[in-house]
């Protein structure tokens, strides 16, 4: 049981902070909206979820927060990427890549001697 | 990394909460504000558009919780809360806390001072580099059990010059010295008198100076004078601690002496419990002896020392005490010939063993009462574990209540445990603590005991850390036993049931009447029985003093050897002090001896009468000063005491035994006896003489209470006595006199009189030998008899909860019986009888403890039987006494209920 929640936690921390390195910083909703556009409406069902997971994130250090003005001169609070962040993804997005270049690998036919 | 940070932060945010709950409030309302503006957008109606947004939200109360949650560290938050609860509700009902704490104290306590003893005095290493390496080369015979733990002289050279496997073999010797104190009268001090590279072999490191080398330890010492280490009470307590003493000269038995180095405050020597003063050169011995006949070093035969070594890595003991045992053989002509013929001797070879402890008499002497002790310890413990968990589940009872509306409010049974949990494990703490401070002061009185019959020394045993390691463990151990059984019954509780006033109660109730008080009294008993039988054994030894009066005796230990007398000044000496003793306002009589009493040192020499010439009888000896009989009020049967005419052993006295053994009822007095006595390794000069019997004494109790009077013959002291001048053969003075303060004073005045460049060594009174020599007893009856009262307190206070409780349920049924016509005695008799019948329970199932115990304990008994019938009638007596006093006040409460307020409470 705990197993599922921390791989949904650390792939939903891997979009949170892929989406603020493509679009620079943003606040709590436009990353949610982007999450969900980004991953063709199949994700993140409850925006409540992005929250903690943004604290943790803040905690950990990957990124950091500040109050700032939204498009419609909101008091909203934006997160960007801290240094640490940005190699955080730029790690995990190796990682990824290798880990499914493997198991594509091991999902291809192998051709018969 | 980023975890670490996170776990900081979160900690971090535990103090100081309110303008972050504002910003998420915020943050979350700015959110929700966009998104409305997005549905707006789309085309939804204002209400539409909130109401989707907030369901895309999933809930504003549900989201704030879970980041709240994230923000600090919810189970610490927990734990505080449940602790300060714990705090409160332990601070509502004293009674129960302050029985549960010392309860927990005194088990825990009691342990954890039992446990140091035995750790500090028989299961901890040395203070030195890798004690585990350490061994001492000795001997061992299959017809001895024990291994001698000596080496002579000669074989130790070969041995350092041909034994494999190890390194680093160190001789050590000791000697007493003098030493002039602060005010510079001369103390006797123990030195140990050390091979170069013993120290340094050892691994210790000084803390200030260096340590000895073998350039000091050559004959005359190096130029500048003997150089000494110092051990660091020592160092304390006679040179104040003074950061140069390195370079400062002393005067050691009139040598001069160099302080080169002092020891770390840890290290005090070999011998578990002794601390010597100060480390000199082996060599020292010759500057020690009075004449070249007995310098050790030009008569190696007679020197034998502790030989310590170090394994070299890899080479197991067995290993070494093979080679060992290969090289016996061919080095059986270096031992000295005298030893050679002695019955522990005759069969032994070379063997090893492992030093790593150290050297411990009270490992040897008092390992098995030590062990009883801590058995005793223990079922005391198990005794407070059940105490406590009925205290416990009496407790959870009574918050029957507050568990149901807890839980019906919605806590979960793991909340509930947890809380239970966490009270028990503060009172483990608080009971801890108060253990800790309880083992402290008792390791203290306990190490007391210990101290060997005829040294004024006590041994030091230190409390350390390790007690409150010990302390800790226990203390958790037995919270986790008394807490969880009672919290997972909490947890079990059915609110509905409980809050209709309906729970049943009635099975853990029958658990504390059925099992729990009842195997506390059975504790009880054993116990109170078992201390009975040691007390009478105490005293039936005390009684034994048989053949002489210790009281008003003191005893103090001549020093005589330091001077470079002749045997014969030497024993004017003596006659002079003794003189002057006698004239000395208060004394009553004085005398010298050789052999003290009690202390288990008994030479033995083999004598015969001319009569049975060929019947050779092995007897003890001592020679002792005139008047000597008289001053320990030994009874003279028959002929006289001796005189200063008996100068040499031409004449002798006898004790009854002796006369009874060696001319089988018939007159002994003013036939002779030839007695020879052969050479031994413990500076004893072989002698062969005839003597006439002239007077014969009653028998005294001579190395032991314990064993009977052996056969004795007495000679007078002479210049052969003290002939040798080792510390061995130094005469102790006996003092008889009122006043313990008169005999001091005449003794100071007389030796500086005659003798003002000796030492001195502490007064003993006789009676504190006595009791010495019987240490392990008293120790014991003592302690026994304490652990006995403990367990008979809180099988009381167990008693008393469990009927208190009993009465507060039977609430109604009394109240019926009282208005139906039942007389208030016959209530009272109804309450005892539960009380009796849990007593007899407990009585039965202690003396099934008793029989199976009986073995166990019949060793430590002297003469008695353990069937003693006042013994057992008392400790039956006591222990109904202790249980209708526990069960006085519930009886007399319930007799005293008003049957309408009882029928009325329902």
């Known amino acids: ?113 | 990394m980023g975890k670490l940070r996170a776990l900081w932060m979160r900690l971090r945010s535990m103090f100081g909460g309110k303008p972050a709950e504002a910003e998420i409030s915020r943050e979350l309302e700015t959110h929700l504000e966009i998104h409305v503006e997005d549905n707006l957008r789309a085309g939804m109606t204002p209400e539409e558009a909130r109401r989707q947004a907030l369901i895309r939200l999933g809930g504003m109360e549900q989201t704030q919780q879970k980041w709240r949650e994230r923000r600090t560290l919810p189970w610490l938050e927990t734990l505080g809360r449940d602790m300060s609860f714990a705090l409160r509700q332990l601070r509502k009902s004293p009674g129960y806390t302050i029985t549960a704490v010392l309860t927990l104290a005194l088990g825990v306590g009691a342990n954890s001072a039992v446990f140091t003893v035995i750790n500090d005095a028989m299961l901890r290493s040395l203070p030195v580099q890798r004690p585990d390496q350490l061994v001492t080369i000795g001997y061992r015979s299959p017809d001895v059990s024990r291994f001698l733990a000596v080496q002579f002289w000669p074989v130790m050279k070969v041995l350092q010059q041909r034994l494999r496997g190890v390194s680093g073999l160190a001789g050590w010797s000791g000697s007493m010295v003098t030493v002039p104190d602060e005010q510079d009268t001369l103390r006797s001090v123990g030195a140990d008198l050390v091979t170069g590279n013993a120290l340094s072999m050892l691994g210790v490191r000084p803390v200030l100076g260096r340590l000895l080398t073998t350039s000091d330890d050559v004959p005359g010492g190096p130029t500048g004078g003997w150089p000494v280490v110092l051990d660091y009470g020592f160092w304390l307590s006679n040179f104040h601690g003074d950061p140069a003493v390195v370079g400062r000269h002393m005067h050691i038995s009139g040598q001069l002496a160099v302080v080169v180095g002092v020891l770390p405050p840890d290290f005090h020597g070999l011998y578990v419990g002794e601390t010597q003063k100060m480390y000199l050169p082996l060599h020292f011995l010759s500057a020690l002896a009075a004449s070249s006949q007995q310098d050790p070093f030009l008569h190696p035969e007679n020197l034998a020392v502790l030989a310590v070594a170090r394994l070299d890595p890899g080479i197991t003991l067995s290993a070494l005490n093979a080679g060992l045992a290969a090289m016996s053989p061919s080095l059986r002509s270096l031992e000295p010939q005298r030893v050679q013929h002695e019955p522990e001797f005759r069969t032994a070879h070379l063997a090893a063993e492992s030093a790593r402890r150290g050297f411990s008499e009270i490992a040897e002497d008092y390992a098995r009462p030590l062990l009883l002790i801590q058995s005793i310890a223990l079922a005391v413990l198990l005794l407070c574990c059940v105490n406590l968990a009925g205290l416990q589940m009496a407790r959870v009872q009574a918050r029957r209540q507050e568990f149901a509306v807890r839980s019906a409010l919605g806590a979960g049974r793991g909340r509930i445990l947890r809380q239970c949990l966490v009270e028990s494990l503060l009172l483990a703490l608080l009971g801890a603590i108060c253990a800790a401070g309880l083992a402290w002061a008792s390791v203290r009185a306990i190490s007391g005991f210990f101290t060997p019959a005829g040294s004024a020394a006590p041994i030091q045993l230190q409390p350390d850390a390790t007690v409150l390691l010990i302390t800790g463990v226990f203390a958790l151990l037995t919270a986790l036993l008394f807490g969880m059984a009672p919290a997972w019954l909490a947890g079990k509780v059915s609110p509905a049931a409980v809050l209709k006033n309906r729970g049943t109660n009635g099975r853990h109730h029958q658990l504390r009447q059925r099992i729990f008080v009842p195997a506390q009294f059975a504790i009880a008993l054993a116990l109170v029985f078992s201390s009975g039988l040691f007390m009478h054994t105490l005293v039936r030894l005390r009684n034994n003093i048989e053949g002489f009066n210790p009281n008003h005796v003191m005893e103090v230990c001549a020093q005589f050897q330091a001077l470079k007398k002749s045997p014969d000044e030497i024993m004017q000496l003596f006659h002079s002090m003794t003189d002057a003793l006698r004239s000395s306002p208060g004394v009553q009589a004085a005398s010298f001896t050789w052999v003290t009493p009690l202390t288990g040192f008994a030479p033995r020499l083999e004598a015969s009468s001319f009569a049975h010439a060929q019947q050779v009888h092995s007897i003890t000896w001592n020679d002792v000063g005139d008047g000597y009989f008289a001053t320990l009020r030994t009874r003279i049967l028959a002929g006289r005491d001796f005189t200063r005419a008996d100068h040499d052993r031409s004449t002798c006295i006898l004790n009854q035994a002796a006369a009874g053994l060696l001319f089988s009822g018939a007159q002994s007095l003013g036939n002779s006896i030839k007695a020879q006595m052969p050479q031994q390794d413990s500076g004893i000069g072989a002698f062969t003489t005839v003597c006439r019997i002239v007077g014969v004494v009653e028998n005294a109790r001579y190395s032991s209470l314990r064993d009977p009077a052996p056969p004795t013959v007495y000679f007078p002291a002479s210049a052969s006595t003290v002939g040798r001048g080792s510390y061995n053969n130094n005469l102790v003075f006996f003092i008889r006199s009122q006043n313990a303060r008169d005999a001091i004073s005449a003794y100071r005045a007389a030796l500086a009189r005659f003798a003002p460049n000796t030492g001195y060594m502490t007064f003993l009174p006789l009676t504190e030998q006595v009791d010495q020599s019987i240490g392990s007893e008293r120790l014991i009856a003592r302690l026994s008899g304490l652990f006995a009262a403990v367990a008979l307190l809180l099988s009381g206070i167990g008693l008393f909860g469990v009927l208190a409780m009993r009465v507060q349920q039977r609430q109604t049924e009394i109240g019926v019986r009282l208005a139906v016509g039942a007389s208030r005695a016959r209530i009272l008799v109804l309450i005892l009888r539960d009380a009796i019948s849990m007593l007899a329970v407990g009585t039965l199932g202690g003396v099934v403890l008793i029989a199976i115990t009986s073995t166990f304990v019949r060793r430590f008994l002297y003469d008695t039987s353990p069937v003693q019938i006042g013994i057992v009638l008392s400790t039956l007596l006591i222990l109904t006494a202790v249980a209708l006093l526990a069960a006085m006040l519930p009886a007399r409460r319930a007799a005293a209920m008003d049957p309408m307020q009882a029928l009325r409470s329902e």
Not at chain 1, 10 to 34: C, D, N, S, W
Not at chain 1, 69 to 77: C, G, L, Y
């Open chain 1, 1 to 113: 049981m705990s197993d599922k929640t921390d791989v949904w936690q650390g792939t939903l921390a891997l979009m949170v902070l892929k989406t603020l390195e493509t679009m620079g910083p943003q606040h709590g909703y436009g990353i949610a909206r982007r999450i969900e556009q980004t991953s063709g409406n199949a994700f993140l069902l409850n925006y409540g979820t992005l929250y903690p997971a943004l604290l943790k994130l803040e905690q950990e250090g990957a990124i950091t927060a500040e109050w700032g003005v939204s498009e419609n001169n909101r008091k909203a609070k934006y997160y960007r990427l801290t240094r640490a962040g940005r190699k955080q993804v730029e790690r995990a997005t190796r990682e990824w890549k290798q880990a499914t270049a493997i198991v594509a690998r091991f999902l291809e036919p192998t051709p018969e001697p």
